[in-house]
């Protein structure tokens, strides 16, 4: 676990709101990320891109996962970044080299026998990295991204083997959004210092496991996500604040966790349509709290 943050940790960049560029929300551009993602926000977008600023300089998402609302906001320059290094790893090839790793995963076929072959597998370079990190996300049970106590990657395969695995569109249109961010790999302190004035941030993280009043999921990384890390989330947010940043942050709706956030955000509910389960009959709507240091 990383230790808490002073409030001198994060500092404006040299990147200013003067410098021109201005972004807006554009709603009629559809935009599927790439990747599945459990606890990915493709079916809150409508509810988001209405609570998102009406304009701003760059976007910044540090916990950025599938990206499905940067993806769906395309901006014009972004700043995102991942604890997950293997999720990196992959926008990267994405971003570098996007046909080959198509055309790569096009000759692969869905199999059990494959999946469990690369999952055992510690690939070193990093486009076998990518073909593997995606041919995993695609088949995994649930779209779901869990380690183990040593990082290595245990989720079981879904029960059901796709028809289609690979939409060559997608990977065109992410690659042009990709080419027009800074990436960082790191835990969220290390995108936020790099956040400047005219900057929005956008922040997700995984909801807390063992909360009373909500279930949640915190094994996305060899170090769990728990209270302490929304307490230096919440920290970076006062400091981002007193930038005058604007910051949108979803959370699960825990009294534990919500607590912790500054009174001072304006904060609305929306819900989920429905929560992983390991029963299909057993998934039901969750509520969410979106946090905003804006009206």
């Not at 999946?115 to 990518?130: D, K, N, P, V, W």
């Not at 779901?144 to 879904?158: C, E, K, Q, T």
């Not at 060559?168 to 080419?179: G, H, I, N, T, Y």
């Amino acid at each position: 676990m990383a230790a808490r943050p002073d409030a001198g940790t994060l500092c404006p960049s040299e990147y200013q709101a003067s410098s021109g560029l201005v972004q807006r929300v554009e709603k009629s551009k559809p935009f599927r990320p790439l990747l599945r993602w459990a606890g990915g926000k493709t079916r809150l977008l409508s509810q988001l891109l209405d609570l998102v600023p009406v304009a701003w300089g760059r976007y910044v998402e540090p916990m950025v996962g599938s990206g499905a609302l940067y993806f769906r906001l395309s901006p014009e320059s972004a700043l995102i970044g991942d604890i997950n290094e293997d999720l990196l790893n992959f926008y990267r090839v994405v971003r570098r080299d996007h046909l080959a790793l198509y055309r790569t995963l096009s000759r692969m076929r869905p199999s059990r026998a494959t999946y469990y072959r690369l999952r055992a597998s510690t690939e070193s370079a990093s486009f076998h990295r990518a073909i593997r990190f995606a041919y995993l996300n695609r088949l995994c049970w649930n779209g779901l991204y869990r380690v183990n106590r040593s990082g290595h990657f245990n989720v079981p395969i879904g029960d059901r083997l796709p028809r289609r695995m690979w939409w060559k569109e997608r990977f065109e249109q992410s690659a042009r959004v990709l080419k027009r961010a800074t990436l960082v790999s790191g835990d969220f302190e290390k995108t936020l210092r790099h956040v400047g004035i005219g900057d929005f941030v956008y922040i997700d993280p995984p909801y807390r496991r063992g909360a009373t009043d909500v279930l949640g999921f915190n094994r996305y990384h060899r170090a769990t996500f728990g209270l302490d890390d929304h307490i230096r989330i919440a920290e970076c947010i006062q400091t981002l604040s007193r930038m005058r940043v604007k910051v949108m942050v979803t959370l699960g709706a825990s009294s534990s966790v919500l607590r912790l956030y500054p009174g001072s955000m304006n904060r609305l509910a929306i819900t989920t349509p429905a929560l992983i389960s390991g029963n299909g009959h057993a998934r039901r709507a969750v509520r969410e709290i979106v946090a905003r240091n804006y009206s």
